[in-house]
């Protein structure tokens, strides 16, 4: 009967960890901001915006700046100490830079790029969410402001996301569950891990730090090292971290 309860209590424990992160949003995100896609845009840029929702491709086409972001980071800065905040003078630049309607698109993705990243910092900064919390939060306004195409355009998936987001939700679930055993923690390490790197394990691991797997360690087996000497935390850290490897990679 005990260890039903047990299996039943962590079981909840998971479910909760999952729903959590679509609460943040909710929560956070939507008490905060609104309708993300309604503040993407001003009213000099409505237009465009709403049509690029249909036709993001043509950002991909002839006469547009190779790469997006850097495009846009390099503006930002532009406006930041050239321009000294005058959001006039970044839209007249464009529409003089590109005399056509490459202009008035483009001033609609920087609109859009600077409203998230205000919003993204704002998430960053907040002292009542965990790590793990803020990265899914940012995630999801990436989702919600740039959807489908322009998301991959600008935020182009890579390799070193996945771990980062791992040891975070790891790191998040002991900070809820600090009194779980280091069994529990590593299934739920192994099953995170199967969920983040799907078909693109072997991608991601070749970026694989050493220090992931020794912040993993630390993190699932902090019971067992507290009363060990630095020699034996040494040893037993690497035998773990080879056995992490073994048991996901095998």
Same mark, same amino acid.
């Given at each position: 009967?005990?260890?039903?309860?047990? *299996?039943? *209590?962590?079981?909840?424990s998971?479910?909760?960890?999952?729903?959590?992160?679509?609460?943040?949003?909710?929560?956070?995100?939507?008490?905060?901001?609104?309708?993300?896609?309604?503040?993407?845009?001003?009213?000099?840029s409505?237009?465009?915006?709403?049509?690029?929702?249909?036709?993001?491709?043509v950002?991909?086409?002839?006469?547009?700046?190779?790469?997006?972001?850097?495009?846009? &980071?390099?503006?930002?800065?532009?406006?930041?100490?050239?321009?000294k905040?005058?959001?006039?003078?970044?839209?007249l630049?464009?529409?003089?830079?590109?005399?056509?309607?490459?202009?008035?698109?483009?001033?609609?993705v920087?609109?859009?790029?600077?409203n998230?990243?205000?919003k993204?910092?704002?998430?960053?900064?907040?002292?009542?969410?965990?790590?793990?919390?803020?990265?899914?939060?940012?995630?999801?306004?990436?989702e919600?402001?740039?959807?489908?195409?322009?998301n991959?355009?600008?935020?182009?998936?890579?390799?070193?996301?996945?771990?980062?987001?791992?040891s975070?939700?790891?790191?998040?679930?002991?900070?809820?569950?600090?009194?779980?055993?280091?069994?529990e923690?590593?299934? *739920?390490?192994?099953?995170?891990?199967?969920?983040?790197?799907?078909?693109?394990?072997?991608?991601?691991?070749?970026? &694989?730090?050493?220090?992931?797997?020794?912040?993993?360690?630390?993190?699932?087996?902090?019971?067992?090292?507290?009363?060990?000497?630095? &020699?034996e935390?040494?040893?037993?850290?690497?035998?773990? *971290?080879?056995?992490?490897?073994?048991?996901?990679?095998?």
């Amino acid at each position: 009967m005990n260890k039903k309860k047990t *299996i039943s *209590i962590l079981l909840i424990s998971i479910l909760l960890s999952f729903v959590l992160g679509g609460l943040v949003y909710f929560l956070f995100l939507k008490k905060h901001y609104g309708n993300t896609k309604e503040s993407s845009y001003d009213s000099r840029s409505e237009v465009y915006w709403q049509r690029l929702q249909n036709l993001p491709e043509v950002l991909k086409g002839e006469g547009y700046p190779n790469d997006l972001r850097d495009f846009l &980071e390099t503006l930002r800065g532009k406006e930041s100490y050239l321009w000294k905040g005058d959001r006039d003078k970044t839209y007249l630049h464009l529409l003089e830079e590109y005399p056509d309607e490459r202009g008035h698109v483009l001033y609609a993705v920087y609109v859009a790029y600077m409203n998230w990243r205000e919003k993204s910092l704002e998430i960053e900064s907040s002292p009542s969410l965990s790590t793990y919390e803020k990265l899914t939060a940012v995630n999801r306004l990436k989702e919600e402001i740039f959807p489908g195409f322009l998301n991959l355009l600008l935020f182009p998936k890579h390799p070193t996301s996945p771990p980062v987001l791992l040891s975070s939700y790891l790191e998040d679930y002991i900070q809820r569950n600090p009194y779980s055993y280091a069994r529990e923690r590593k299934r *739920i390490f192994l099953r995170k891990k199967e969920e983040l790197y799907k078909q693109e394990k072997w991608d991601i691991q070749s970026w &694989e730090s050493p220090s992931f797997y020794r912040q993993i360690v630390n993190l699932i087996y902090e019971r067992e090292m507290k009363e060990m000497t630095d &020699e034996e935390k040494t040893f037993y850290r690497s035998s773990k *971290i080879e056995e992490l490897k073994s048991d996901f990679w095998n």
